[in-house]
């Protein structure tokens, strides 16, 4: 119990609402008519007033994708997806022809991330929080950045940080370079419909031996009907550079089911070294009948592409109603690797399968994987991961656990571990248990004072600690509040 | 009611099941199709306690295809022991099912040898059921066949009964085997143990899948799970696909799997004590596999299969 | 006996960053130690005492580069960790290695053959070997149903311990390195080493005890004792230069030396 700080307690007992990101914005919007077509496509792209490559590369991917079947392989529960029945692009008007400066940005946008936490005026941020570093942020408000902070200060430092639109049009040669390179429009139907229909996202690069002076982040709302949200995130660290990276997500509460379906690649060059967080907390449907909520369906992968590179995934997922999420590595340079951490929360009728693939082809290579797994209710939570040793991958290591918890009787949590290897000097180590939550530490948390809810989500805070303490500081305290938040109404 | 593989309906590794085994590649190609299953049947009555094992040969020629149908049961409050070995010549395809019925209370011991031509096939698919207080004890030696796949269904559908399924795979030369383990706790209180260990030589690829589903009543289900692999050669490949599905939440379930070399620690403590290098691995190595076999409970029987261990060993361990 | 002259040696470290991939631990280390003679190093955590240890076996882990360590005139440092071993070096380790499935008759048989053959001697067949076994479980008061467990494996620290102890007394080495045994044991257990240990005395066998604390020499008296501080020997003199640095901490004696 000496682990659980007070400070934890304080926020628990302080949690009221439920879904407390769940309000709709009330601004104008454009959309694209609504469903998917090359008419669509091409809608997009010119919105976007992109070159002519960029469309020829959308227009490719969207021909592949009406040819691919839906992946199944997960254990989801999923109703067929009508993908005519959402709008693939909004923008609230003032912002269609692309970020302006902050102060033409509407009042009611600027209102709407400062009631979830993220002030957007630099200026604010610096008078406001003294005692905590500042985060540069680029805010995507259904398909468009509203605004990307603290450009002028990085660039200073030679780091790039701006809307993937934008990085299309400024920053071409990278982005021809890296993108799709780590993921093909080929590689899932949901990346294709990505690659196809992407509005906005992040674009990152951090020169040659730098360390960038503050976390980046990303933070991305979902707020009209019916309108899926397509990002793409593209970070790549040059030689010995170094970047921390966060992203956060959040949508109101609405009866229908919509699309989020983002690919994040990471390059890592020579020693350099990417840590990549999330906390994803999408609507996840109506608690009882389970209507409603985000599909979460996202590709993300990095690759260490070069010697003692390093690339390392945290997520604390407690949102949407159906998460597929793989963050994953490609350890190609010798010495490199790649960290996954994990906590996934499903409550009510929240289904989610998730985890990581780690791909040792250098030599030397090092990965570690962490996961924790809570189920409550009625929903299913998968641990599903991949460790690959290839042939050539001399003395790589892989450390696995993935670690379940579950609370109640009407709920399933499941471990799929794929372990291959092909070489003899490599090792492999993977651990897994199921179990549920201790009534003793219930008993006893309760005995001081705690009602049921708050001693469990104090013990559940416990249990992912491991994950917990390698988000950034800023984050861990908004995570740590978020598991109590997700828990609540998981016994009664 | 297990079904034996069809030769027309073919798994094919496409099938997430066989994502590691591709059997219609390996079977022989001139096989001479067997008209009827061969059935074998053992029954114990209620009671009926065996005091000497019961042991049963499967055996085939060059290009045959045989189709064995095993049939035990165990009655209520009985007890027996099955050595089950496998042998043969050529190339054949041994299609096989085993069809186990375990009665409350009752104990079946369950010794399989398989020791196939280097040209077989076999497809073993297994079915077990256990009552209330039922047990089984089951080990398999698998080093023979080109390809094998001994794929075990259990289900546990009484309270209080315990399954164990040990088994020590030694693979060399192109030898591909699968071990696929499916146990579904139906009931509370039941407790299922899996226990393999894989040593690959040469260009030998071995599976292990096994998962452990707990239905939402099986609550207090203890269910172990531990697969070891040790590469001896750098062409040999391991695969392990270890799974808990589970839907109640009074249980203690666990799963381990490694897959590697010899841990230097005990091999240098063993050369400080004196031997050498070779000699100390052997010794471990050793080890790994009496560890496993130690479970079965007959001390004559477990002698048998030391004897046919370490000499595979001894073969393996030279170069 | 045994000379150590001028001894470097190197830890291969995980972290590969940053280029650097090995720590120099002993920085010219060096001792002599005559026959029969019981000397003690004590030293602060880090000063390089297990790395000693492990060196003088033979670990892998450990890279010598530069310096001699020569037994009755044979260079160690060429040897593979079993040929130290037959040359007559026995090392009580501080975490002795639990071995699963491998039972402690069957360990002790086919260590002390190995060592018998690498010096050319008649290997002892099965019935001699449960004598000898027989008769030093009882001098060091060992019960015999510990030669049916697997080596170390549920052992308690004191077992771990006295089981060392056992294995030396069979292999009959010429120099015995003790690891902080005293690590992890009661003031008991510590006694019936510490026996076991003073029985193996013999004109013609040399102890080092690596030792964090006073408390062991206590038990087991040593003739000389040396202080080990940053990898090299700062300070040698008589069993009274283990009650000093009891009293005045190792921070007085590392000052002096720096």
Redesign the interface.
């Known amino acids: 119990m000496s682990e659980i700080q007070q400070e934890t307690i304080d926020q628990v007992e302080a949690l009221a609402g439920k879904y407390e990101a769940g309000f709709v914005t009330d601004i104008e919007t454009e959309k694209a008519p609504k469903g998917l077509s090359e008419d669509i496509v091409r809608f997009i792209s010119a919105k976007k007033n992109e070159p002519e490559w960029m469309l020829e590369k959308r227009l490719k991917a969207y021909r592949q994708w009406l040819e691919m079947p839906e992946p199944e392989w997960a254990k989801l529960d999923i109703e067929p997806i009508d993908y005519q029945d959402s709008y693939y692009y909004a923008a609230p008007k003032d912002l269609a022809d692309g970020p302006k400066t902050i102060d033409d940005v509407d009042p009611a946008l600027l209102e709407t991330y400062e009631k979830l936490g993220i002030p957007l005026r630099e200026q604010e941020i610096l008078a406001g929080v003294q005692e905590r570093t500042p985060v540069a942020v680029d805010a995507v408000f259904d398909s468009v950045s509203v605004a990307t902070t603290f450009k002028e200060k990085l660039r200073e430092a030679g780091v790039i940080f701006c809307s993937i639109s934008e990085a299309i049009q400024e920053h071409p040669e990278l982005v021809k370079k890296y993108m799709g390179s780590v993921v093909p429009p080929g590689d899932n139907k949901h990346a294709c419909l990505n690659s196809a229909v992407f509005t906005d996202g992040s674009f990152v690069y951090i020169p040659e031996g730098v360390r960038c002076p503050m976390e980046l982040s990303t933070y991305f709302r979902i707020n009209e009907l019916n309108t899926g949200q397509f990002e793409r995130t593209l970070i790549i660290a040059d030689k010995g550079s170094y970047v921390s990276y966060l992203e956060g997500c959040t949508a109101p509460m609405r009866d229908e089911n919509q699309l989020h379906a983002a690919i994040v690649e990471l390059i890592a060059l020579d020693d350099a070294e990417i840590k990549y967080s999330t906390v994803q907390n999408w609507y996840p449907g109506d608690f009882e009948t389970g209507k409603g909520g985000i599909y979460n369906f996202v590709t993300k992968r990095g690759i260490c592409e070069g010697r003692n590179s390093k690339i390392s995934w945290t997520q604390v997922e407690t949102g949407s109603a159906i998460t597929w999420k793989y963050p994953s590595c490609i350890l190609k340079g010798d010495n490199s690797q790649g960290e996954f951490y994990s906590v996934a929360i499903t409550n009510g009728r929240q289904q989610a399968d998730t985890g990581t693939k780690m791909i040792h082809i250098g030599k030397n290579t090092k990965s570690r994987i962490i996961s924790k797994g809570i189920s409550a209710g009625k929903s299913n939570n998968t641990y599903r991961g991949q460790v690959k040793i290839n042939a050539g991958a001399e003395g790589a290591r892989n450390f696995t656990v993935c670690d379940s918890l579950l609370i109640g009787d009407q709920c399933g949590a499941h471990t799929v571990p794929y372990i291959e290897s092909k070489n003899k000097s490599a090792s492999l180590e993977h651990e897994a248990t199921t179990s549920k939550i201790g009534e003793d530490q219930l008993f006893y948390c309760m005995q001081r004072g705690l009602s049921e809810e708050e001693a469990i989500a104090l013990i559940v805070n416990g249990f992912a600690r491991e994950v917990m303490q390698e988000l950034p500081m800023e984050f861990a305290v908004e995570a740590q509040k978020l598991v109590g938040i997700s828990l609540e109404g998981s016994v009664g | 009611m297990p079904e034996a593989l069809q030769i027309n309906n073919l798994p094919t590794p496409k099938v ?1 099941e066989w994502k590691f085994t591709n059997l219609p590649r390996a079977l022989p190609a001139n096989l001479v199709l067997a008209d009827a299953p061969q059935e074998v049947v053992i029954h114990k009555t209620s009671g009926q306690i065996g005091k000497k094992p019961e042991e049963i040969v499967f055996t085939a020629g060059d290009n045959e295809h045989t189709q064995p149908h095993l049939k035990i049961t165990i009655e209520e409050n009985a007890e027996l022991t099955v050595i089950e070995r496998q042998s043969g010549e050529g190339a054949y395809w041994k299609n096989m099912i085993s069809e186990i019925t375990i009665g409350q209370n009752a104990k079946l011991h369950h010794i399989r040898i398989n020791q196939d031509s280097d040209d077989a096939v076999q497809t073993n698919l297994v079915h077990i059921t256990a009552a209330r207080d039922a047990v089984y004890n089951g080990f398999s030696l698998n080093m023979g066949g080109k390809l094998t796949r001994h794929e075990i269904h259990a289900e546990i559908q009484g309270q209080g009964a315990e399954v164990s399924f040990n088994g020590v795979n030694l693979l060399s030369g192109s030898q591909h085997g699968d071990t696929t383990i499916l146990i579904e706790h139906q009931a509370p209180n039941c407790v299922s143990n899996q226990f393999y260990r894989t040593l690959l030589n040469d260009k030998a690829h071995g599976v292990f899948q096994g998962k452990v589903h707990v239905h ?1 009543i099986a ?1 207090k289900t203890d269910g172990y799970q531990l697969s070891n ?1 040790l ?31 010899l841990d ?3 091999l ?10 070779a ?2 691995r052997f ?2 190595v ?6 496993v076999v ?1 479970k079965v409970e007959s001390e004559s029987i477990q002698e048998e299969i030391l004897e046919i261990t370490n000499k595979w060993l001894e073969t393996a361990l030279k170069a | 006996m045994i000379t150590i002259k001028d001894l470097k040696a190197n830890v291969e470290t995980d972290d590969a960053k940053d280029g650097e991939t090995s720590i120099e631990i002993l920085k010219g280390l060096s001792l002599d130690i005559p026959e029969g003679e019981v000397h003690a190093i004590m030293g602060p955590n880090g000063s390089g005492k297990s790395t000693l240890s492990y060196v003088l076996a033979g670990r892998e882990d450990y890279e010598v580069t530069g310096g001699s360590v020569k037994l009755d005139g044979e260079d160690l440092l060429e040897l593979d960790p079993e040929e130290r071993a037959a040359a007559g070096l026995f090392l009580a380790f501080q975490y002795p290695v639990e071995i699963p499935g491998v039972n402690m008759s069957t360990f002790l048989k086919t260590s002390i053959n190995a060592i018998r053959k690498q010096r050319g001697e008649d290997e002892l067949d099965a019935l001699a070997l449960l004598k000898l076994m027989k008769a030093k479980c009882a001098e060091l008061g060992i019960k015999d149903d510990m030669m049916k467990r697997a080596v170390n494996v549920g052992f308690s620290g004191g077992e771990k311990k006295r089981n060392e102890v056992l294995q030396m007394a069979m292999l009959e080495p010429k120099f015995c390195v003790l690891d902080e045994t005293d690590s992890g044991l009661d003031i008991d257990a510590l006694k019936v080493v510490a026996d076991g240990v003073n029985a193996l005395r013999d004109p013609k066998r040399s102890f080092l005890i690596i030792t964090h604390y006073q408390r062991l020499l206590d038990y087991i008296k040593p003739d000389v004792v040396h202080i080990l501080a940053n990898g090299q020997i700062i300070k040698s003199g008589g069993p009274e230069l283990a009650l000093e640095l009891e009293k005045k901490g190792y921070a007085e004696f590392v000052g002096e030396a720096a």
Do not use: N
Request: charged content about 30%; overall charge negative.
């Open positions: 997430e939402q609550q692999a590469l001896l050669s750098p062409d040999a490949e391991m695969d392990t696909k270890p799974e808990l599905e589970i839907y109640a939440d009074d249980v203690k379930c666990s799963h381990g799997a490694t897959t590697g070399q230097e620690e005990p240098f403590y063993l050369r400080q004590r004196g031997l050498s290098e000699q100390a010794l471990l050793q080890a790994f596999v009496d560890e130690d």
